[in-house]
Structures are given as C-alpha cells and as structure tokens.
C-alpha cells in the first residue's frame, strides 16, 4: 500500500473517499442491530467474533508481526495476518510497521498517535484517517515483508475483509453479518484504539518509562492483556503483557496452550529481575567476580 507523500496540514487532512468503508461500517452496525433485533444467536455471534478478532489482533498483529515475541511455522504465521485482517485494522504489515514507529518514538513529537502531543481525538482514530499514514512503511517490517503472500494480504485487505463478511452471511444470515461482522468489527477497532489513547491517559504506573504508558485493569480486560500498557512499554520483548499473576492476560493464556500445541514456540516471559527491576543474577556474579579481582 504505497502513497505520494504529503506534508503538513496536508498530510493530516482525512481521505474522505477512501474513508467511507470506515464511516460506513459503523453505520451497518447501528442499523443492523436494529433491524436484525437481539437474540442468543447474536450473542454468541457477537462473542466469538469479538474473541477471534482481539486475539488476531493482540496476538498476531502486536505481539507476533510488531514485536515478534514467539516464534510460529509460515502457515500459522498466514493464518494469524488473515484472521487480523478480518477485524478491518488494514494490513499487518501496515499495523506492524507503524506501531513499531510507535514505540521508537512514544509520546515524542514524532509518535504518529501521542495524545501528549496532538490530543485524545487523534491518538484514537484520527490519525488512522489521515492521508499522512495511508502507506505502508516497508523498510520498517523488512524482516516480515520479505514474505510474498504477506505482501499480498497487506495490499489486499479490504477486498478479504469484505469477502470476510459476505462468507459470513452466507453461513449464518442476516444475524452472522450484524452481529459476527459489523458490530464486533466497530467494538474491537474502538476498544483497541483506546489502548492508544486511553492507556496513555488513565491508569497507573508501575515503571519510570519515558512515555505517559498506563496500566488500566478493565482495558487489560477488554482487551485480552493490551492494557498493561506500562508493563509493556517497560520491557516490549515479552509475550506476557500481565506481569503478575493477578493480571489478568487472557493472549499470554491462549498462547501457552498454543505452544504446548507446538503450534508457536519460544514464547518470551518476562525475566523476574525485569518486572521487579532488580539486577540480573548473571551481572551480579560478573560484577563479584570483577571485584575480587580488583582486591
């Protein structure tokens, strides 16, 4: 997904055309829960659509394709960019690339979300709507980008997502498009997007990060993990985003039983001495073993 480059206010001004889809699937979602009315089915759509869509995202697009914090087969690493792309956040490697961004810059001038910098609109949505971050940054996904049928996904989202909903319908009606489609796509994209705006705003800090990263329970929960977001940011290289057993990280959970699945494997944790910032054994012995030689 290339674009020309814009610059300025330009660059922040929204795509209107290439902008409708969005606008439009929130539209679907109110009127179809309207018309197709509630129901157990519903519910059970909603849920399990919710579920797979959270995962795809939490799990494949931010642990595995953003911050590669396990290791999976080319198959499952297919299987993981196309269920993603089934909750409309556009392509991994898009998502990858400018989460990475992200990171490298948090809640400095150049985050392309900070609500420190240009306020909570943007940093929950409206930078994804603006012309300034409709390409896809190649050079920053190198390492995942070298995949053909990556590539494919990545500038062919819209077209599965929408083949995504029409599969639906054909599988369970009106009730499946509704509510396995439209309303669970809008719940995740606002629920994940509070993770950009919200848990920079709202919560506590555990550690002295150099960004504005907040822990929230009831985002951790929403959001399957997501919002220990000051966990995450303190040590990015851990599947396990709830540090402490009482933080509830439903992907870590679902992840494990993947790998003893031997679906993934090397399934990073978190080192003790990381989450509670003492100093590693290893450099201890190092540093005991320098001053007695220094003696």
Same mark, same amino acid.
């Given at each position: +997904?290339?674009?020309?480059?814009?610059?300025g206010?330009?660059?922040?001004?929204?795509? @209107?055309?290439?902008?409708?889809?969005? #606008?439009?699937?929130?539209? =679907?979602?109110?009127?179809?829960?309207?018309?197709?009315?509630?129901?157990?089915?519903?519910?059970? @759509?909603?849920?399990?659509?919710?579920?797979?869509? +959270?995962f795809?995202?939490?799990?494949?697009?931010?642990?595995?394709?953003?911050?590669?914090?396990? /290791?999976?087969?080319?198959?499952?690493?297919?299987?993981?960019?196309?269920?993603?792309?089934?909750?409309?956040?556009?392509?991994?490697l898009?998502?990858?690339?400018? $989460?990475?961004? $992200?990171?490298?810059?948090?809640? +400095?001038?150049? !985050?392309?979300?900070?609500?420190?910098?240009?306020?909570?609109?943007?940093?929950?949505?409206?930078?994804?709507?603006?012309?300034?971050?409709?390409?896809?940054?190649? !050079?920053?996904? /190198?390492?995942?980008?070298?995949?053909?049928?990556?590539?494919?996904?990545n500038?062919?989202?819209?077209?599965?997502a929408?083949?995504?909903?029409?599969?639906?319908?054909?599988?369970?009606?009106?009730?499946?498009?509704?509510?396995?489609?439209?309303?669970?796509?809008?719940?995740?994209? $606002?629920?994940?997007?509070c993770?950009?705006?919200?848990?920079?705003? #709202?919560?506590?800090?555990?550690?002295?990060?150099?960004?504005?990263?907040?822990?929230?329970?009831?985002?951790?929960?929403?959001?399957?993990?997501e919002?220990?977001?000051?966990? $995450?940011?303190?040590?990015?290289?851990?599947?396990?985003?709830?540090?402490?057993w009482?933080?509830? &990280?439903?992907?870590?959970? =679902?992840?494990?039983?993947?790998?003893?699945?031997?679906?993934?494997? !090397?399934?990073?944790?978190?080192?003790?001495?990381?989450? &509670?910032?003492?100093?590693?054994?290893?450099?201890?012995?190092?540093r005991?073993?320098?001053? /007695?030689? =220094?003696?």
């Open positions: +997904m290339q674009s020309a480059d814009y610059t206010e330009q660059a922040d001004r929204p795509r @209107w055309v290439e902008n409708i889809p969005f #606008w439009g699937v929130h539209v =679907a979602a109110v009127v179809g829960a309207i018309l197709a009315g509630w129901s157990w089915a519903a519910l059970a @759509w909603l849920v399990g659509s919710y579920a797979v869509r +959270m795809a995202i939490t799990a494949g697009y931010h642990r595995y394709f953003s911050h590669r914090t396990f /290791k999976t087969s080319r198959a499952f690493q297919f299987v993981l960019a196309v269920l993603g792309i089934t909750a409309l956040q556009q392509g991994p898009w998502w990858a690339a400018h $989460h990475r961004r $992200h990171h490298k810059y948090s809640d +400095m001038p150049q !985050d392309i979300h900070s609500p420190r910098q240009r306020g909570f609109v943007w940093s929950h949505m409206q930078w994804i709507l603006a012309k300034r971050h409709q390409a896809t940054d190649y !050079d920053r996904i /190198k390492d995942f980008a070298k995949y053909p049928e990556l590539r494919f996904l500038n062919h989202d819209l077209g599965l929408v083949a995504s909903a029409v599969l639906l319908f054909l599988i369970g009606g009106s009730t499946a498009l509704v509510w396995g489609f439209f309303v669970p796509v809008v719940v995740a994209w $606002h629920i994940t997007f993770i950009n705006s919200l848990a920079h705003v #709202w919560g506590s800090r555990r550690y002295k990060t150099t960004d504005d990263s907040r822990n929230n329970a009831l985002l951790a929960l929403l959001t399957f993990g919002g220990w977001h000051n966990n $995450h940011h303190h040590y990015q290289r851990s599947a396990r985003q709830g540090f402490y009482w933080e509830i &990280d439903v992907s870590w959970y =679902a992840l494990k039983l993947l790998e003893k699945l031997r679906i993934v494997w !090397d399934v990073e944790g978190v080192p003790r001495h990381v989450r &509670d910032q003492v100093e590693a054994p290893e450099r201890t012995r190092v005991e073993v320098e001053v /007695k030689a =220094a003696a």
